[in-house]
T-cell receptor
């Protein structure tokens, strides 16, 4: 039982390049999330998927797109990377159902992205 | 104003000390409250949920004051292994159908020998 896995662990891009961050969970969770973490800013939600087939914007969606490929996988795409997207990216999942109040999220190990 | 505010610290304490972290949140409609722990260069992990009546897990005690919109975490008999960043987490505004969580920026604890 691997929990939440993310690839790659590290990535360096040049401005304007594109890439996709991969995330998969094996806990049969309904909801999945993408966050970025910057010094002094805490974790900020980029996009989330409340269930397979749905995606919604979070607090900082500009410059990103997502795909909920199936119940297990949720990818994050940077179409044209910018230095402001240098950050640590975390994927998370939870067994959250609409209307519930409790929502423990389980995180992947993160992807450290540098955009030059 | 941030939705969840914490003193970033760092808090430097000797082994065996008792240390308390506080957190305030702005949305009075929030219903779920958590403390997550994040080790250096690692992912956040749930430390404990925070219940209205207060709850304890070994050396850790969490308290919630809904009237003041205030959450606390008390660590007794600090260990070197408690050194980490502690994130205060609240379910977001109008998040009843989405499960969105709002994270504070974290409070850093360093326990010294």
């Amino acid at each position: 039982n691997a929990g939440v896995t993310q690839t790659p662990k590290f990535q360096v891009l040049k401005t304007g390049q594109s890439m996709t961050l991969q995330c998969a969970q094996d806990m049969n969770h309904n909801s999945m999330y993408w966050y970025r973490q910057d010094p002094g800013m805490g974790l900020r939600l980029i996009y989330y998927s409340a269930s397979e087939g749905t995606t919604d914007k979070g607090e900082v969606p500009n410059g990103y797109n997502v795909s909920r490929l199936n119940k297990r996988e949720f990818s994050l795409r940077l179409e044209s990377a910018a230095p402001s997207q240098t950050s640590v990216y975390f994927c998370a999942s939870s067994e959250f159902l609409a209307g519930a109040t409790y929502n423990e999220q389980f995180f992947g190990p993160g992807t450290r992205l540098t955009v030059l | 104003r941030k939705e969840v505010e914490q003193d970033p610290g760092p808090f430097n304490v000797p082994e065996g000390a008792t240390v308390a972290f506080n957190c305030t949140y702005s949305n009075s409609a929030s219903q779920s409250f958590f403390w997550y722990r994040q080790d250096c260069r690692k992912e956040p992990k749930l430390l404990m949920s925070v219940y209205s009546s207060g709850n304890e897990d070994g050396r850790f005690t969490a308290q919630l004051n809904r009237a003041s919109q205030y959450i606390s975490l008390l660590i007794r008999d600090s260990k070197l292994s408690d050194s980490a960043t502690y994130l205060c987490v609240v379910n977001g505004a109008q998040s009843g159908n989405t499960g969105k969580l709002i994270f504070g920026q974290g409070t850093t604890l360093q326990v010294k020998p």
